[in-house]
């Protein structure tokens, strides 16, 4: 598949059904989503699909929003582990 470049990526994300893969996963789990992402729709439905991980709406922008602003993510994050560091 790399003959398609660096736009693989982008290919891989909207080809790649991660529901199966999620029902595994046994670590605590934040989901950040920005509403107006592309990809928001998937982050809804893993919100669904696993009702236990936490899931918060980091902007109502797009994904970039949390590029655009690092430390606000950082701090979303870190609040997030902090009681898992006990």
């Known amino acids: 598949m ?3 470049g660096v736009d693989i990526g982008h290919w ?12 595994a996963i046994r670590a605590p789990t934040l ?3 920005d509403a107006h992402d592309g990809i928001h729709y998937m982050d809804d ?3 669904r699909l696993r ?4 899931y918060e ?3 109502n ?3 970039i929003q949390m590029i655009n602003e690092p430390a606000r993510w950082a701090r979303m994050v870190g609040d997030y582990i ?3 560091e006990k």
Request: proline content about 6%.
């Open 45 to 47: 439905r893993l919100a």
């Open 57 to 59: 709406v980091f902007s």
């Open 61 to 63: 922008y797009t994904g």
């Open 51 to 54: 009702s236990d991980f936490r």
């Open 31 to 33: 989901i950040l989503t």
């Open 2 to 4: 790399y003959f398609m």
């Open 82 to 84: 902090a009681p898992f």
């Open 12 to 23: 891989a994300v909207y080809h790649y059904d991660m529901r199966p893969d999620a029902k």
